[in-house]
C-alpha cells in the first residue's frame, strides 16, 4: 500500500474493483480541494465504499465528520453493514442517527420533549447545588464546633439558602412535569452505554433496546454521544431542513465547513429538498389561532384576530368559489387534464386548487385584500406575530411550572409567521401559491389549507452546498451532470460515470417496438391485448421472477387482472406496506409482481439472482402532470431556459427536460438496475414502448426518449418486435443454462 492510496485502510474487503479504485483516488483528491463530486456508477457496483472509503480517510486526516445520508430504508441498513465491516478493519466511531419521534420512550412530541429535558435538567441542577450545599454546611458545622465563630455565622447562611433550594427541589417534584428517563441520563454513570455504543456500530433501534432496559433515554444518549466522531448515518431531512441542519450539527460538535456529506441516490436530493422546503397552513389552525385569541387579555389580540380570521375566511371563499358549477378553476384548471373538482368529490387526501395566476396576484391574496379592514394588514400580522412569540414562551413556562400538563403549541405564532411568508413570498420566482381541500376523517366537513411550495430546490440546497467542507452526491442515475448542478446549485463539482462493470454478454436490454402507451391510447382494446400478450411471453419464458413497472398503480391493477399466467401474480398497491409484499415475491419462483414506476420498489431494492430475473418498464411513465408539475416546469424554463434579449427562445424546452424528461428517465434507468447485481448474476432488462427505439429517434421525434438515456446504455439496447421478444429470451437464457429442464416451448 502506498502513501496515495493509504485510504484503502478503510476498505474492509480483500481488494476494490478497478473502477472503486479509480474513483476512491479521484474522491480523495478532490476533497483535498474542497470540491463536490458528482459520482455515477451502475447498481451493484460499490458506489457507497467508494465515496465512503476516501472520504474517512480525509476526515481522519483533517479532524472532520463524514455524514452519509439516503431517504431508501434498505440502503440505511446496509450504510450499517458496510460502517460495521470497516470498523472491524479500522477502529472508528460511528452514530447511526434517528428522529425523536421513533425513540421517544414516553411518547410525546418535540416541543413537550424540549420542555420536559429542560425541567429535568433544571431539577438535576438544583439537587447538584443542594449536595454542594450540605457538604458545605457539614464542614462549617464542624469548624464551628471546633470553636470557629465566623464558621458558625457562615453556616446560618448556607442553612438558609439549602432550605430554599429544598423548598425549590419540593415545588419541582411535586408541581412541575420532568422524564425519569432523562433523569437518569444525567444522575447515572452512562460510561458503560458510550463503551458499549462505541464498540460496533448500533442502530437506533440497538439504542432504544438498550436504554429501555436500563430506564435511560436513548435518543439524548445518542445526541451527547455524536460530539466529534467519525462517521454519522442519517436521513435526508437531518441535511435538508435548515433548522434540523443547525441542531444536528451542532450535536456532532462540527461547523459545516467541518463537515463532509455523502448522499446517496442523490437523484432524490431535488425532489426531497422541494418537500422539505414547503411551508403549510390549515383552516383548522387558523380556527384554533382564533379561538386562542379570544381568551387573550392584550390589546394587540384583536389586531391579531381581524388579519388572520380574515385570511381565514379569503381561504374558504377561494376553495368554495372554485366549486361553483364544476366550472371554476380548480384542478383541473390549466388544462391539467384532470376533471373540475366538486364538494361530492373531495375525500380524505388533499386536493389541490388552482389560484396562481400569469398576470396578477393568486386568487387567495386577491381575495384576502378586498375583505381586510383596518389598520393595515402588515402592521397586524406584525403584532399577531409579536402576541405568538409571547404567547409560545407562556406556554412553555406555564409547562415548566406544572401549570400545564402538556406543552402547549401556539397556534397565533404558527398562523402569522405562516402569513409572513405568503405575503411576502406567494409571487416570488420560484414559489407556487396552492389551495388544497380535504375532508376530514372524523367530521366529515371540508376544509382547506394554504401552501407555499419551492419549485426550484436550488432555492434550499445551495446554502448546504456553499457551507460543508465538500460533498459527494452519487447515484446510479445522477446524469445529465449540468441538470443536477443546475438544480441543487453546485458549483463546478468533479464528475465521473461508471457504467456497468459486470460482463456484458450476461445481460440484454430489449427497446421493444410495442405500443407507444401514451395516456390516451392506454384505453384502447388492442394496445391492451398486444401489451398483454407480449407480458404474457415475457413472464412465461423467463426462468425465475418477473418484475413489471407501469406508469402507475392503476395501470400495474390492469395488467395484474389481464395477464393470464401459471406462477403467481403479486399487485403493488398505493398505501400499503410493500415489504412484506416484495419478501413474499423473492421467496416465490417463476412469480410476477406489478408496481407502479413511482412507488417503492423501483429504487434502493435489491432483487438478487432468481428474485426478478426480468424486468420489464412499460411504457415511458412520465409523473402526473397536474399544476404543481406545471409551476415546477415554468419556473425551470424560467431559470434554465435559453433567452434572446431576455425573452424566451422558440421551441427551446428546458423546463419540460429539467423537470418531466430527465426525470422520468432516471426512474426508468433505476428500474432496469434492480436485476444483475453481481458478476455473477445475468437477467433481462425489457422497454416495453416503442418511443425507447432507435426508429422512434427518426420518426416520432420530440416523442422518442432513447436519447435521453447515457450513450454507453443506448449502444446496449437491441430493437426488437413483440413477437419476437419471446425468441430473443429463449436464446439468451438458453446461453445461460438458466432453465430447470427443457426450456418453455414458442
Known amino acids: 500500500m502506498t502513501t496515495d492510496d493509504g485510504y484503502l485502510r478503510f476498505f474492509p474487503y480483500e481488494e476494490p474493483y478497478d473502477h472503486q479504485r479509480e474513483a476512491m483516488a479521484t474522491i480523495y483528491e478532490a476533497l483535498g480541494e474542497g470540491d463536490d463530486v458528482l459520482f455515477e456508477g451502475a447498481c451493484g457496483t460499490g458506489k457507497t465504499l467508494a465515496s465512503l472509503v476516501p472520504a474517512l480517510e480525509h476526515a481522519r486526516g483533517t479532524g472532520k465528520t463524514v455524514v452519509i445520508t439516503t431517504n431508501v430504508h434498505q440502503q440505511m441498513r446496509q450504510f450499517v453493514e458496510d460502517a460495521r465491516a470497516i470498523t472491524d478493519q479500522e477502529r472508528l466511531r460511528a452514530v447511526v442517527f434517528r428522529g425523536k419521534g421513533s425513540m421517544c420512550h414516553i411518547d410525546v412530541d418535540y416541543e413537550e420533549c424540549q420542555a420536559l429535558r429542560d425541567t429535568t435538567r433544571e431539577l438535576v ?41 429544598q423548598d425549590e427541589r419540593a415545588e419541582l417534584v411535586s408541581e412541575r412535569s420532568t422524564c425519569d428517563h432523562y433523569y437518569r441520563n444525567l444522575t447515572v454513570d452512562t460510561s458503560e452505554f458510550y463503551g458499549w455504543l462505541y464498540d460496533d456500530v448500533r442502530t437506533p433501534d440497538d439504542v432504544y433496546e438498550y436504554a429501555h432496559q436500563q430506564g435511560l433515554c436513548g435518543y439524548e444518549l445518542l445526541k451527547e454521544g455524536m460530539e466529534g466522531v467519525d462517521l454519522v448515518v442519517c436521513n435526508y431531512h437531518h441535511l435538508l431542513d435548515p433548522t434540523i441542519r443547525e441542531q444536528f450539527f ?38 384554533q389561532a382564533i379561538e386562542e385569541l379570544s381568551g387573550v387579555e392584550d390589546s394587540r389580540a384583536e389586531n391579531a384576530a381581524n388579519v388572520l380570521g380574515t385570511f381565514r375566511d379569503a381561504l374558504v371563499e377561494t376553495y368554495e368559489e372554485s366549486f361553483g ?73 406555564a409547562f415548566k411550572e406544572g401549570k400545564l400538563d402538556t406543552r402547549k403549541e401556539c397556534q397565533t405564532l404558527q398562523a402569522a409567521g405562516f402569513l409572513v411568508d405568503w405575503l411576502s413570498e406567494s409571487d416570488a420566482t420560484g414559489q407556487y401559491p396552492v389551495v388544497s381541500v380535504r375532508r376530514g376523517e372524523s367530521s366529515g366537513d371540508v376544509y382547506g389549507r394554504a401552501e407555499l411550495y419551492t419549485c426550484i430546490p436550488e432555492q434550499v440546497t445551495r446554502e448546504l452546498f456553499d457551507d460543508l467542507h465538500a460533498a459527494v452526491l452519487m447515484s ?15 458549483n463546478e463539482p468533479v464528475t465521473m460515470a461508471y457504467d456497468d ?135 425551470y ?47 433481462a432488462r425489457i422497454l416495453l414502448d416503442k418511443r425507447y427505439t432507435e426508429a422512434a429517434e427518426m420518426e416520432m421525434h420530440d416523442y422518442a426518449v432513447r436519447g435521453r438515456f447515457p450513450p454507453e446504455e443506448r449502444r446496449e439496447m437491441v430493437d426488437i418486435d413483440p413477437e419476437k421478444l419471446k425468441f430473443a429470451l429463449l436464446n439468451f437464457y438458453q446461453d445461460m443454462g438458466a432453465y430447470d429442464g427443457p426450456p418453455p416451448k414458442p
Open 125 to 165: 441542577d438544583t439537587e447538584s447545588d443542594i449536595a454542594q450545599l450540605e457538604s458545605r454546611e457539614g464542614e462549617l458545622l464542624q469548624a464551628g464546633q471546633e470553636g470557629d465563630s465566623e464558621a458558625m455565622e457562615a453556616r446560618n447562611a448556607v442553612v438558609e439558602e439549602l432550605r430554599d433550594l
Open 501 to 635: 462493470q459486470f460482463p456484458e454478454e450476461r445481460r440484454r436490454t430489449y427497446a421493444v417496438s410495442g405500443p407507444a402507451l401514451f395516456s390516451s391510447e392506454r384505453d384502447d382494446p388492442e394496445t391492451q391485448r398486444t401489451i398483454a400478450r407480449t407480458l404474457e411471453d415475457i413472464i412465461r419464458f423467463t426462468p425465475g421472477n418477473t418484475l413489471v413497472f407501469c406508469p402507475s398503480y392503476s395501470e400495474a391493477e390492469r395488467y395484474h387482472q389481464m395477464v393470464a399466467v401459471s406462477g403467481t401474480r403479486y399487485l403493488d398497491e398505493p398505501g400499503k406496506q410493500a415489504r412484506g409484499l416484495r419478501e413474499a415475491f423473492t421467496d416465490d419462483d417463476g412469480a410476477v409482481l406489478f408496481t407502479s414506476l413511482w412507488g417503492t420498489l423501483g429504487e434502493g431494492v435489491s432483487y438478487d439472482g432468481d428474485d426478478a430475473r426480468t424486468v420489464v418498464v412499460l411504457g415511458v411513465p412520465y409523473p402526473h402532470l397536474d399544476d404543481r408539475m406545471e409551476a415546477v416546469q415554468d419556473a
Open 250 to 287: 451542532r450535536w456532532i460538535g462540527r461547523d459545516p465547513e467541518d463537515i463532509i456529506a455523502v448522499f446517496d441516490e442523490a437523484h432524490n436530493v431535488e425532489s426531497a429538498a422541494r418537500d422539505h422546503a414547503r411551508r403549510t397552513l390549515t383552516e383548522n389552525t387558523l380556527d
Open 325 to 397: 358549477d364544476g366550472a371554476a378553476r380548480s384542478a383541473a384548471g390549466n388544462g391539467s387534464g384532470q376533471r373540475p373538482l366538486t364538494r361530492e368529490a373531495v375525500d380524505q387526501h388533499w386536493d389541490d386548487i388552482t389560484i396562481a395566476n400569469d398576470d396578477r396576484k393568486d386568487d387567495l391574496t386577491i381575495a384576502f385584500f378586498q375583505a381586510y379592514s383596518g389598520p393595515g394588514f402588515h402592521e397586524e400580522v406584525d403584532l399577531a406575530l409579536e402576541l405568538g412569540r409571547e404567547l409560545d414562551e407562556r406556554y412553555e413556562a
Open 637 to 683: 424554463q424560467t431559470a434554465f431556459g435559453e433567452t434572446d434579449h431576455g425573452q424566451p427562445v422558440e421551441g427551446d424546452d428546458a423546463g419540460w427536460r429539467y423537470a418531466i424528461e430527465i426525470p422520468t428517465v432516471r426512474k426508468t434507468r433505476q428500474a432496469i438496475g434492480r436485476v444483475i447485481r453481481s458478476p455473477e448474476d445475468f437477467g
Open 476 to 490: 446510479a442515475t445522477v446524469r445529465p451532470f449540468d441538470v443536477t448542478e443546475d438544480v441543487v446549485g453546485l
